[in-house]
Every structure is written in C-alpha cells, then in structure tokens.
C-alpha cells in the first residue's frame, strides 16, 4: 500500500474505492477521482511480472480487432479529411494495424517499445518523424500519467490529434466483476469515463469527440458538424464506409511496399 495519489489529469488528491487481488498475489487498493472520474490502481509495482507473464496466446480475437478498427479508422480520417497524411500508431505491437492501414492506401507507421514489428518493418518512425494523426489502440489503459504520455507524444510527433481505444465506463463505478479490470492479467492499470477523456482534452488543449464507449478522439482540429454527425452515428458511419471503401480500393499500398522491400534487400 502507498500513499494517497494525486489524479494525473485534474491534479487533485483522489479516495480509495474499493482493493483487488492483482496477478493472483497482490492486494491492491483502487482510487477514484470525483472531479474528472479517473479510476487508477495504487502506484503499480507489479508491471514487470504482469508483461512477462503476458499470455497473448490466448488473446484470438487479435485479427479480427486489428481488421476492424482498419476499417475505423479509414472512415475516420476520411471523415475528418486528413486521409492523405502521415499516420503513426502508438504501441502498435505486430505492426498488423499498420500493415492493413497501408493495404488501404494510408501511409501508416508504427512503433512499439515492448513488441516485435512484424508486419510493418521498415515502417518506423526516424528521429524527426512528423505525423499528422496519432493512433493508440488498447494503450491508455496501460499508462500510469495519461496526461503526460499524450503530452509527450504530441511534442514528439508534432501533431495534437489522437484516434484510440479505451473502453470507457460510467457510474456507478463498475463492481469487480467487470471484465475489463483484467484484474489475474495485471496490466489494466487506469480506466476513464468519458468525462475524463474531456478533461484530459481540455488539458491537451483539444476537443474530445465519443464514437463508441471504446473509440475516442481528442484533436485540435475543428471537425465539421456534419463530419461529427456521421462519425458519431453507427448507422451513418455503416453507410460511409460503403463509398470510403470503394475509393481507396484503388489507392492501396500492398504492392508499392512490396517492390520498396523487394529494393532494400537488394540493396542489402
Ligand atoms: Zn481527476
């Protein structure tokens, strides 16, 4: 047990809520915060064990994830008429997302500290890399100060506009037998409600934009009343993906990436 913490997003002290079994061993106290409703487990001082003991051989729904949230995010950066920029996506594991982001004709790039690019190579970012959209799938749950991550990775990647996935809750705070607590994996460290992701926004300085309890936006840019209305309506957005998929059919990279690393071999 350590002491009281203070919520990375609004700065003030937070109340213990209720303790859980972490990792099967660890008795761990969760804290709530009333002003912007971050929920985060005392300081975490098992992560070291809980990502070695990863078990992703258990983890099938992996391709089908990645699939979908491709399909996501075309319509969004459509949407937001950004598609033909540069895409960087945080913890991005395998490099599948951005693999299957490139196979729609988006120039996607990938990075992860802890996982083996295996999909993307080649396709990382160098030390002046610039991005116009930052993309963080299955992340801020991970991290311990998310003001602080998307801080950094703005100031790093030049850009203040970030399309993730958390699956948010809302009140009353979730009894321990919600799923996403994760709580024998010990990974799940910070959950958020919607209303934290706006305050985390406001912070940032952007907006922050709901399309599912587990797809988010925080940017700057200012999207248009109607980009806002078919990105936040499921049947909308359904339809929209019809025509984006159509127009990027032609627009793919599958081919292009493979003479460009049929070349570098060659080159050795
Ligand atoms: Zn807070």
């Known amino acids: 047990m350590t002491g009281q913490p203070t919520c990375p997003v609004s700065d003030t002290p937070m109340e213990p809520v209720f303790s859980a079994t972490v990792l099967g061993t660890y008795a761990v106290t969760y804290y709530y915060c009333e002003i912007c409703g971050l929920l985060k487990t005392e300081k975490p001082y098992w992560l070291d064990e809980a990502y070695r003991e990863a078990a992703t051989d258990t983890d099938t729904g992996l391709v089908a994830r990645n699939i979908g949230n491709s399909a996501l995010l075309a319509v969004i950066l459509e949407g937001l008429s950004v598609e033909k920029g540069k895409f960087l996506d945080l913890g991005g594991g395998y490099g599948l997302l951005t693999r299957l982001m490139r196979d729609r004709g988006f120039d996607c790039y990938t990075t992860d500290r802890y996982c083996q690019n295996l999909f993307a190579k080649t396709f990382e970012p160098d030390a002046h890399f610039s991005a116009d959209v930052l993309f963080a799938f299955e992340v801020l ?85 109607i980009a806002r209305l078919v990105l936040s309506n499921a049947h909308l957005r359904r339809l929209y993906s019809i025509y984006v998929g159509r127009k990027r059919n032609a627009l793919s990279k599958t081919w292009d990436d493979h003479l460009r690393m049929k070349e570098r071999l060659r080159s050795g």
């Open 141 to 225: 749950e991970h991290i311990e100060d998310p003001l602080r991550f998307l801080t950094d990775a703005f100031e790093r990647y030049g850009c203040k506009t970030i399309i993730f996935s958390t699956l948010t809750f809302s009140l009353p705070i979730p009894s321990t037998d919600w799923w996403y607590y994760s709580f024998e994996g010990g990974q799940h460290i910070t959950f958020y409600q919607p209303r934290t992701l706006g305050c985390l926004a406001r912070r940032l300085g952007c907006n922050y934009h709901m399309l599912t309890a587990d797809h988010h936006i925080i940017t700057d840019i200012d999207i248009p009343g």
